[in-house]
């Protein structure tokens, strides 16, 4: 099965752009989609597909994406936007059609 | 509103069994595919399995093949995950969460629920 990598850990300055990268093989066949989680609350959805946000999410989050490599970007990043970030997609280099998720990413605003 | 509420987690030991239940609402549960995820103390997100929107198509992580089964009740809004032959690895948070299609290379999950934890331990 795949594997989608991230960086452990960014840092951002308040009011300022943090890029959050996922590499995979399973992203040039299929679009990233990333969660926000913190601590004790379930992953919420930030961005999927090319680059949509679900209602409720603020426009400062976006994505894109180019070969293996997919990207979430937050611009003018708030305290609120310090957690944790995962990638996910679908993956399709085994014998059935399966889920992968990124090893993560702890953002934390300064 | 969308809801999936999860239960059943707990304490159980080493080889015993245990099965998750995850109640939806707000949506017409029988047209979405559905999914169990889970997280261990400290640890990243995993995948653990998926059921398509009539049950035809199920898949599983390796990593609880052959232990685990998936299953849904339609006509009561239910997904459940069947947890047998626990090992201490299996110990995690088991979120449900709802599968959503744009296209087939944009899937994702939309809705999540709160989580229902599961210790294996003696």
């Known amino acids: 099965s795949s594997e989608l990598t991230q960086d452990p850990a960014v840092s951002v300055a308040l009011g300022q752009t943090v890029r959050i990268t996922c590499q995979g093989d399973?992203?040039?066949?299929?679009?990233a989609s990333w969660y926000q989680q913190k601590p004790g609350q379930a992953p919420v959805l930030v961005i999927y597909?090319?680059?949509n946000r679900p209602s409720g999410i603020p426009d400062r989050f976006s994505g894109s994406s180019s070969g293996n490599t997919a990207s979430l970007t937050i611009t003018g990043a708030q305290a609120e936007d310090e957690a944790d970030y995962y990638c996910?997609?679908?993956?399709?280099?085994?014998?059935?059609?399966?889920?992968?998720f990124g090893t993560g990413t702890k953002v934390t605003v300064l | 509103e969308v809801q999936l509420v999860e239960s059943g987690g707990g304490l159980v030991k080493p080889g015993g069994s245990l099965r998750l239940s995850c109640a939806a609402s707000?949506?017409?549960?029988?047209?979405?595919?559905m999914n169990w995820v889970r997280q261990a103390p400290g640890k990243g997100l995993e995948w653990v399995s998926s059921?398509?929107?009539?049950?035809?198509?199920?898949y599983y992580a390796d990593s609880v093949k052959g232990r685990f089964t998936i299953s849904r009740d339609n006509a009561k809004n239910s997904l459940y995950l069947q947890m047998n032959s626990l090992r201490a690895e299996d110990t995690a948070v088991y979120y449900c969460?709802?599968?959503?299609?744009?296209?087939?290379?944009?899937?994702?999950?939309?809705?999540w629920g709160q989580g229902t934890l599961v210790t294996v331990s003696s």
């Open positions: 059921i398509s929107s009539s049950s035809s198509y199920i």
């Open positions: 597909g090319k680059n």
């Open positions: 707000g949506f017409t549960f029988s047209s979405y595919s």
């Open positions: 996910n997609s679908r993956d399709s280099s085994g014998n059935h059609p399966t889920w992968v």
């Open positions: 399973s992203l040039r066949s299929y679009y």
């Open positions: 969460a709802r599968e959503a299609v744009v296209v087939p290379a944009a899937a994702y999950f939309d809705y």
